[in-house]
């Protein structure tokens, strides 16, 4: 709990005390805003890779008809492996420049493409052998998430368990003044976006390993906070 937040509770209590002292069966007016926090984990489901291929050649035509052609391969391979969202991210052609010379001089050209593609969590690791394979020449990233669907169930629960969180504070502050949690004014919910993790480990296969790829994939949270009003009283909710 934040400085301001004890602050608050201090303040609360104080008033509390005083109308606990007066006598009264229901304290009214005094309120309290707690915030709570939820957090669910989940397996992670699936992976999202973006590679990038790069071929180089001494025209601008020849760079690119190179790049496509393993572009091409790539395609094959990732309906092979039934990847989904398959997705040509960016093209580009860049001069290739000697800086030793006095002007510099074009020596040629790099095209460069790059493709992002999903797959279940246990097929990443062959999908980057398999595009290694065809010629892909860089892996930009991976990153795992949760299937959609459960990550949204388990951000709903994550917003229940941070509105429970609140509650329980709010009864454990006002427990000293045999008060309690009398009625909810309101409650204002943070649910996170899932954010993708990604994997702690990655094992790049050595020159003439038949091991493959081994990539392992952490936990995905869901969390939530959730802000709540509540009146304290004699009579519980």
Do not use: H, W
């Amino acid at each position: 709990m934040t400085a301001f937040s004890n602050t608050m509770i201090a303040l609360y209590a104080f008033m509390l005390f005083s109308a606990a002292r007066a006598g009264d069966t229901v304290v009214k007016g005094t309120s309290l805003t707690v915030t709570g926090t939820g957090m669910l984990s989940l397996p992670a489901d699936c992976a999202t890779i973006v590679v990038a291929i790069e071929a180089d050649a001494p025209t601008a035509l020849d760079a690119q008809r190179r790049a496509s052609s393993v572009t091409s391969d790539v395609f094959a391979v990732l309906a092979d492996l039934k990847a989904t969202r398959v997705s040509t991210n960016s093209v580009s052609i860049n001069a290739v420049y000697n800086y030793t010379a006095t002007p510099a001089i074009i020596t040629g050209f790099s095209a460069q493409t790059t493709i992002s593609f999903q797959t279940t969590k246990d097929g990443a690791g062959p999908a980057v052998d398999a595009t290694i394979a065809k010629g892909i020449t860089t892996l930009q990233s991976i990153t795992f998430s949760a299937n959609p669907d459960k990550y949204a169930s388990a951000s709903k629960k994550a917003s229940a368990a941070a509105v429970q969180d609140a509650l329980n504070q709010a009864n454990n502050a006002a427990l000293p003044l045999k008060l309690c949690v009398s009625s909810i004014t309101s409650i204002s919910l943070n649910a996170q976006p899932q954010n993708s993790g990604r994997p702690p480990m990655y094992f790049a296969k050595s020159a003439g390993s038949d091991a493959g790829t081994t990539l392992q994939a952490g936990d995905i949270s869901a969390t939530a906070s959730a802000d709540v009003v509540v009146q304290l009283g004699t009579k519980c909710i």
